[in-house]
């Protein structure tokens, strides 16, 4: 049973930097991908990065490709997604994700395991 704590939330100003932590547990970490997603009030879920099992490949939407930045440490059993530059429309709860990489994750972007959200709240 993969079990993901997210911390690293708060309010951030438009133009500065913030970075989420996804804590994992429970699984061997070398193996999983792991997935960003946030959810904005009124908003559906949306994917906003990903990687793969080994830290080699990454994937962001138009959205936010150049200013968020995703990478895990499978020594340290943790992926990070930092947020360069954020704006107010970036204000969401983040939520991170993990699959085992077996079941192509990476491309299909569904996950099994999922962390408690964090609030993100990007002020001008």
């Known amino acids: 049973q993969v079990q993901l704590v997210e911390s690293g939330g708060g309010e951030v100003q438009a133009g500065g930097s913030l970075t989420l932590s996804c804590a994992a547990s429970?699984?061997?970490?070398?193996?999983?991908?792991v997935g960003w997603f946030r959810q904005a009030p009124g908003k559906e879920r949306e994917s906003v990065a990903a990687?793969?099992?080994?830290?080699?490949?990454?994937w962001y939407p138009d959205s936010v490709k150049g200013r968020f930045t995703v990478s895990k440490s499978n020594t340290e059993n943790t992926a990070w997604l930092q947020l360069n530059n954020p704006q107010p429309e970036d204000t969401a709860v983040y939520y991170c994700?993990?699959?085992?990489?077996?079941?192509?994750?990476?491309?299909?972007?569904?996950?099994?395991?999922w962390g408690q959200g964090a609030q993100v709240t990007v002020s001008t």
């Open positions: 429970g699984f061997t970490f070398s193996r999983l991908v």
């Open positions: 990687i793969n099992w080994s830290g080699t490949l990454t």
């Open positions: 994700a993990a699959e085992p990489c077996d079941t192509g994750s990476f491309y299909t972007g569904k996950y099994g395991y």
